[in-house]
Antibody, heavy 122, light 107 residues
Framework: QVQLQESGPGLVKPSETLSLTCTVS?????????WGWIRQPPGKGLEWIGS???????YYNPSLKSRVTISVDTSKNHFSLNLSSVTAADTAVYYC???????????????WGQGTLVTVSP | DIQMTQSPSTLSASVGDRVTITCRAS??????LAWYQQKPGKAPKLLIY???SLESGVPSRFSGSGSGTEFTLTISSLQPDDFAIYYC?????????FGQGTKVEIK
């Protein structure tokens, strides 16, 4: 059974960098699939942040691209999100998820982590 | 970005009702559309992919249809466990985008 678990600080100061890790169990992260981050501000909808494929290719939402980095550590079977220069607008529940490939670059998310709330506040 | 618009935003229904949620895209997404169910404090759960394919383990009372710019999610007989928020997601174009959600509440 594939499981994903987010971890990282729950509180980040404005202008600093938000860093989260998603640890995957039950599947080797290097074997394929996309691995992505999605966020949800309190009481609002879902926003795709970005995804990575096989440690090689990264895809970012243009609205966040200048501030986002996603990377993979295959030795630890986890992938990470860094979001720089955060503001209160970045306060959200952050989810990691596995992207099931339908064609070369098209995928939807079949397994999700439970989510972690990150608050941006002084 | 492709805008996804769901209607209605809130739907009041009773157990046993047939429920239909609509998702409209601002441009064609072919059949590359998924539906998710989210309960309070939980992660979204995949229900439907490729517009009409039922995810393994999802009850058969859920079904999806449509292509191009108009899609529907139907629950044939609403059960107590189905009261939740439902989101559509297009994954045909970057960036992937989600609808704003439809809350199904108890009438």
């Amino acid at each position: 059974q594939v499981q994903l678990q987010e971890s990282g600080p729950g509180l980040v100061k404005p202008s600093e960098t938000l860093s989260l890790t998603c640890t995957v169990s039950g599947y080797s992260i290097s074997s394929g699939y996309f691995w992505g981050w999605i966020r949800q501000p309190p009481g609002k909808g879902l926003e795709w942040i970005g995804s990575i494929y096989r440690s090689e290719s990264t895809y970012y939402n243009p609205s966040l691209k200048s501030r986002v980095t996603i990377s993979v550590d295959t030795s630890k079977n986890h992938f990470s999100l860094n979001l720089s220069s955060v503001t209160a607008a970045d306060t959200a529940v952050y989810y990691c998820a596995r992207g099931r490939v339908t064609t070369v670059t098209l995928y939807y998310f079949d397994y999700w982590g439970q989510g972690t709330l990150v608050t941006v506040s002084p | 970005d492709i805008q996804m618009t769901q209607s209605p935003s809130t739907l009041s229904a009773s157990v046993g009702d047939r429920v239909t949620i609509t998702c409209r895209a601002s441009q064609s997404t072919s059949s590359w559309l998924a539906w998710y169910q989210q309960k309070p404090g939980k992660a979204p759960k995949l229900l439907i992919y490729r517009a009409s394919s039922l995810e393994s383990g999802v009850p058969s009372r859920f079904s999806g249809s449509g292509s191009g710019t108009e899609f529907t999610l139907t629950i044939s007989s609403l059960q107590p466990d189905d009261f939740a928020i439902y989101y559509c997601q297009q994954y045909n174009n970057y960036p992937q985008t989600f609808g704003q959600g439809t809350k199904v509440e108890i009438k």
